[in-house]
């Protein structure tokens, strides 16, 4: 099993909502990642778990929450947003976080806030 | 940090070879070279990655001159289904920075 799911594939959330995007790998995978990217620009990095432990946090805003549960699971928590945080939420896994050799992408999520 | 610089776009016609280089004039001795490939509203695949010399899978060939400043990902006879965006990332040995940071990329335009 070489994937990485995610869900849900699409979200609508409002500014005073609360929402959680899931993802998950079986491919005993020890680093998981999450990336943002807006409409025709890379994936830029969020935050990076190595070993269930936050490993880099890119300063992103506090309305974004990570949470690694267990080695297989990466959620990413959502309080708050704004309107200019719609964009595509990519999760990513990689054997370890160093050596960084190979990351496997999920298929992402797109968010909208209203 | 090892910065990569591609072309933003090219255009190619069907059954063609299409040859994307990337410049990594700051590349570091342990340093990687990846490429990855993206479609529209999907997350990137790897495609290939090399440390020197030529290396080929089943999708493409990835050149690597002598001095490693630069690099080509070589697609033979290309399909409409390679429209996508392509990205060389360099790093990962000791210093996974540069593997987590995406520039721009190039836009592969593939026509009937």
């Known amino acids: 099993d070489t994937e990485v799911t995610q869900t849900p594939k699409h979200l609508v959330m409002g500014m005073t909502n609360k929402k959680s995007l899931k993802c998950e790998q079986h491919?005993?995978?020890?680093?998981m990642y999450w990336y943002k990217q807006k409409a025709k620009k890379p994936p830029e990095l969020m935050f990076v778990y190595s070993y269930e432990k936050l490993s880099i946090n890119e300063s992103v805003p506090s309305r974004f929450s990570p949470e690694c549960p267990n080695s297989s699971l990466l959620n990413l928590h959502l309080h708050a947003l704004q309107p200019e945080d719609s964009a595509l939420y990519l999760c990513?896994?990689?054997?370890?976080?160093?050596?960084?050799?190979?990351?496997?992408f999920g298929p992402g999520t797109r968010l909208t806030v209203t | 940090l090892a910065k990569t610089t591609q072309p933003i776009s090219m255009d190619s016609y069907e059954g063609q070879e299409v040859n994307i280089t990337c410049s990594h004039n700051?590349?570091?001795?342990?340093?990687?070279i990846t490429w990855y490939q993206q479609f529209p509203s999907q997350g990137p695949r790897f495609i290939i990655q090399g440390y020197k010399t030529k290396v080929t899978n089943e999708v493409a060939s990835l050149f690597i001159p002598a001095d490693r400043k630069s690099s080509t990902l070589s697609l033979p006879r290309v399909s409409l289904s390679d429209t996508a965006v392509y990205y060389c990332?360099?790093?990962?040995?000791?210093?996974?920075?540069?593997?987590?940071?995406f520039g721009g990329g190039t836009r592969l335009m593939v026509k009937p």
């Open positions: 700051n590349i570091a001795t342990n340093d990687y």
């Open positions: 990332l360099v790093g990962g040995a000791d210093n996974a920075g540069n593997m987590l940071t």
């Open positions: 491919m005993g995978h020890r680093a």
């Open positions: 990513a896994s990689s054997q370890d976080f160093l050596p960084l050799y190979e990351q496997y």
